[in-house]
């Protein structure tokens, strides 16, 4: 994964969060004219604010080439580099919070999920996701856009050796919990996500490889009641981010 990528959004609200960020650096605006973002007075504000006016453009429609059919613009399309957030693990900042949480993906591949991942995340309060570098999703444009701008205020990490960064967190006191199918396995809610804690989700088609959970210090598993014998990862995502959050709120 780079660090520096050309990216675009668009939106009214996902293109808010990259205007007001301080870690995009924006290249070009887009807005057309009497659209949506044309009346927004948010959007005009923050152009403002960020001294953004040299980089805005009106236009009369959005090109195809720019935007998709099945999103709709909203009448704006940002167009920005994304730095800052995406490092290696060598730069993995420690918490001393006393509860922290760090999302772990084992090589994730599909870029929609990692987009719903992302805006979990940011709703749940964990503002930190680490990668693996070889057969993983990238940040590209389409799991930005489905993030909704929830990336902005997020730290991604790429390491290329999962089984040492394992060992890295749990030497500076986190525990490992992750998610998977197994008859070993504790139900999700049975298992104490307070403290310093890294939660671990597997690719869509193989889950969690064996080295990986054999590193792991639980294994939690969600029980299904229909004849489909699991959850799309994003959605097992919510259901455990969302128990930790009930649990450290208490």
């Given amino acids: 994964m ?32 009497n659209s949506q973002a044309y009346k927004n007075s948010n959007i005009e504000k923050i152009i403002k604010k960020r001294n953004l006016s040299n980089k805005l453009s009106f236009v009369n429609k959005i090109s195809q080439d720019k935007g998709s059919k099945s999103i709709r613009s909203q009448g704006i399309i940002v167009e920005f580099l994304f ?5 290696d693990f060598d730069a993995f900042i420690f918490s001393e919070k006393t509860h922290d949480c760090v999302l772990i993906l084992d090589q994730l591949e599909d870029p929609q999920n990692l987009g719903q991942i992302i805006r979990t995340c940011e709703c749940a309060g964990v503002d930190k996701i680490i990668l693996t570098k070889d057969r993983s999703v990238s940040l590209s444009d389409t799991s930005l856009q ?5 990336f902005t205020s997020m730290m991604f990490y790429v390491c290329g050796n999962l089984s040492n960064t394992l060992r890295l967190l749990k030497d500076n006191g986190y525990w490992l919990a992750a998610l998977e199918n197994s008859v070993k396995a504790d139900r999700w809610d049975q ?18 490889r064996q080295l990986t959970l054999k590193n792991s210090d639980f294994i939690a598993t969600i029980p299904m009641q229909g004849k ?3 959850l799309n990862v994003s959605a097992a ?3 455990i981010l969302f128990e930790r959050l009930r649990q450290v709120s208490l």
């Fill in 191 to 208: 298992i104490d996500y307070k403290g310093k804690i890294g939660i671990i989700l597997g690719s869509e088609g193989k889950g969690i």
């Fill in 228 to 230: 489909i014998n699991s």
């Fill in 237 to 239: 995502c919510s259901a």
């Fill in 83 to 87: 730095i800052g957030l995406v490092h």
């Fill in 2 to 33: 780079k660090k520096h990528n050309n990216n675009m959004i668009y939106g009214i609200n996902s293109s808010l969060s990259v205007l007001d960020s301080d870690n995009c650096v924006i290249s070009k605006i887009s807005i057309v004219k």
């Fill in 146 to 150: 489905i993030s909704q701008g929830a």
